[in-house]
């Protein structure tokens, strides 16, 4: 975007995830990739049954290497009814995690209503490499849908903020304030940049995230808006448990805001022989 003025200069904004939108994307996984090393044949059914979910409200488009790679998503996805909901493009990514490496969508009132904002990406802290494919993908979006392309210059996966799309964001200071993403970056300058190129106005910040999670705490793992006022947010009812005293943190956090607030228990733990 030649523009020298922000997007929320511009008047666009990061909608909701509950906002109506005209597709999801998805990126396929390549067996070859680290994120299924052991069970990748066994992922492939819930894959499935996920876009056919998808496929009975709205179009679905896959990221894809090549044809031969199309291919490999056609034969696990071609048993789906509603096969004109979709449709593939030849994006290649390194893993599968669009959420995280894909594009995150602007929206407003005038011409161009679309826009596509491109963050950098690093692999969660450069954890995974590499992810030279899965950086691009955002622009390579933006190109094939033909709509503007903002640069923040700063490194942030799209599960680690959450917007209830009136003008708040949550997320997580392990994360976004983790030195293995913007080291150079101190906190009021990442908050000038979410302000900036996603049309926030208040930016809630929460603690720690789950212990061992790779991504650093991704507030996707911990809290989501249900409504512009309403928050569903994760709690481990064990004292004992390692995540019972940062998600109680996060709690009480949260429960400084103007919101009401839903409780879901954490799950129990599946250890892996």
């Not at 640069?151 to 996966?157: A, D, R, T, V």
């Not at 917007?163 to 990442?190: D, F, M, Q, W």
């Given at each position: 975007m030649s523009s020298t003025?922000?997007?929320?200069?511009?008047?666009?904004?990061?909608?909701?995830?509950?906002?109506p939108h005209a597709a999801?994307?998805?990126?396929?996984?390549?067996?070859e990739g680290i994120s299924f090393p052991d069970s990748f044949d066994r992922v492939l059914p819930t894959l499935r049954e996920m876009v056919g979910a998808l496929?009975?409200?709205?179009?679905?488009?896959?990221?894809?290497?090549?044809?031969?790679?199309?291919?490999?998503?056609?034969?696990?996805?071609?048993?789906?009814?509603?096969?004109e909901c979709l449709t593939y493009y030849e994006i290649p990514t390194n893993e599968p995690w669009c959420r995280d490496h894909g594009p995150i969508f602007l929206t407003r009132v005038a011409d161009p209503k679309l826009a596509v904002v491109d963050w950098d990406y690093n692999a969660w802290g450069n954890k995974y490499p590499p992810f030279d494919l899965d950086e691009v993908v955002p622009t390579r979006v933006a190109e094939l849908l033909?709509?503007?392309v903002f640069y923040p210059k700063m490194i942030l996966e799209g599960g680690s903020i959450e917007v209830n799309g009136a003008g708040t964001l949550l997320t997580s200071e392990s994360c976004l304030l983790n030195k293995n993403r913007n080291p150079n970056l101190s906190r009021t300058e990442i908050e000038k940049r979410l302000?900036?190129?996603?049309?926030v106005k208040e930016i809630l910040w929460l603690g720690d995230g789950i212990e061992g999670d790779?991504?650093?705490?991704?507030?996707?793992?911990?809290?989501?808006?249900?409504?512009?006022?309403?928050?569903?947010?994760v709690v481990e009812e064990n004292p004992d448990d390692?995540?019972?005293?940062?998600?109680?943190?996060?709690?009480?956090r949260l429960s400084g805001f103007a919101l009401d607030i839903v409780q879901l228990p954490m799950p129990k733990k599946i250890v892996r022989e």
């Amino acid at each position: 975007m030649s523009s020298t003025q922000t997007p929320a200069e511009l008047g666009y904004r990061m909608p909701a995830e509950w906002e109506p939108h005209a597709a999801t994307w998805l990126s396929w996984p390549r067996r070859e990739g680290i994120s299924f090393p052991d069970s990748f044949d066994r992922v492939l059914p819930t894959l499935r049954e996920m876009v056919g979910a998808l496929t009975e409200s709205e179009p679905v488009c896959i990221n894809v290497i090549n044809g031969a790679h199309e291919a490999e998503a056609r034969a696990v996805l071609d048993p789906l009814p509603h096969q004109e909901c979709l449709t593939y493009y030849e994006i290649p990514t390194n893993e599968p995690w669009c959420r995280d490496h894909g594009p995150i969508f602007l929206t407003r009132v005038a011409d161009p209503k679309l826009a596509v904002v491109d963050w950098d990406y690093n692999a969660w802290g450069n954890k995974y490499p590499p992810f030279d494919l899965d950086e691009v993908v955002p622009t390579r979006v933006a190109e094939l849908l033909k709509v503007p392309v903002f640069y923040p210059k700063m490194i942030l996966e799209g599960g680690s903020i959450e917007v209830n799309g009136a003008g708040t964001l949550l997320t997580s200071e392990s994360c976004l304030l983790n030195k293995n993403r913007n080291p150079n970056l101190s906190r009021t300058e990442i908050e000038k940049r979410l302000r900036d190129f996603l049309g926030v106005k208040e930016i809630l910040w929460l603690g720690d995230g789950i212990e061992g999670d790779d991504t650093d705490g991704h507030i996707d793992d911990l809290a989501r808006f249900i409504s512009e006022t309403e928050v569903v947010t994760v709690v481990e009812e064990n004292p004992d448990d390692e995540n019972y005293q940062p998600l109680q943190e996060n709690l009480n956090r949260l429960s400084g805001f103007a919101l009401d607030i839903v409780q879901l228990p954490m799950p129990k733990k599946i250890v892996r022989e």
